[in-house]
């Protein structure tokens, strides 16, 4: 199951579960979709310390999204932090971001709280608010 939750917006906070139904995944990419409608920066947290691995179909319509979505993504989206409990996981994030960057700035951290401090510090360089 995956929770998104926009109720802090700018702040979206995403919450992956033990368990990602075909279905679920497609109402998770069609909400994430829909942020850049509107036309306002916003930044993402995705807590997926308890994720399941997405399976290779789920893996390729998301890569199709950030593809398709990628020039209104880029516009609003100012910055994704994913909370992973795991280092290894954590450097395997880091790697991919050296070897082939996101379209949008994104970080792997160990707490919720040391993403949404980096989150801060991004929309705010960015925006001149804060979060």
Same mark, same amino acid.
């Given at each position: 199951?995956? $929770?998104? +939750? +926009?109720? !802090?917006?700018? %702040?979206? @906070?995403? @919450?992956?579960?033990?368990?990602?139904? +075909?279905?679920?995944?497609? &109402?998770?990419?069609? =909400? /994430?979709? *829909?942020?850049?409608?509107?036309? !306002?920066?916003?930044? $993402?947290?995705? +807590?997926?310390?308890?994720?399941? =691995?997405?399976? #290779?179909?789920? *893996? *390729?319509?998301?890569?199709?999204?950030?593809?398709? &979505?990628?020039? @209104? =993504?880029?516009?609003?989206?100012?910055?994704? #932090?994913?909370?992973?409990?795991?280092?290894? %996981?954590r450097g395997v994030i880091t790697a991919i971001e050296w070897a082939s960057?996101?379209?949008?700035?994104?970080?792997?951290?160990? =707490?919720?709280?040391?993403?949404? #401090?980096? %989150? #801060?510090? @991004?929309?705010?360089?960015?925006?001149?608010?804060? /979060?």
């Open positions: 199951m995956i $929770t998104v +939750d +926009d109720s !802090e917006w700018p %702040l979206v @906070r995403v @919450r992956f579960g033990d368990s990602i139904s +075909d279905p679920g995944w497609d &109402e998770y990419l069609a =909400t /994430l979709s *829909r942020f850049p409608d509107r036309r !306002e920066k916003y930044v $993402t947290i995705t +807590d997926a310390r308890r994720a399941a =691995t997405p399976n #290779a179909s789920q *893996r *390729r319509r998301v890569s199709e999204l950030i593809e398709r &979505e990628k020039e @209104r =993504t880029v516009r609003w989206n100012v910055a994704n #932090a994913v909370i992973f409990t795991s280092p290894l %996981l960057p996101s379209p949008v700035p994104m970080k792997s951290f160990a =707490t919720p709280e040391e993403g949404r #401090a980096w %989150l #801060a510090q @991004r929309y705010e360089a960015v925006t001149g608010r804060p /979060l």
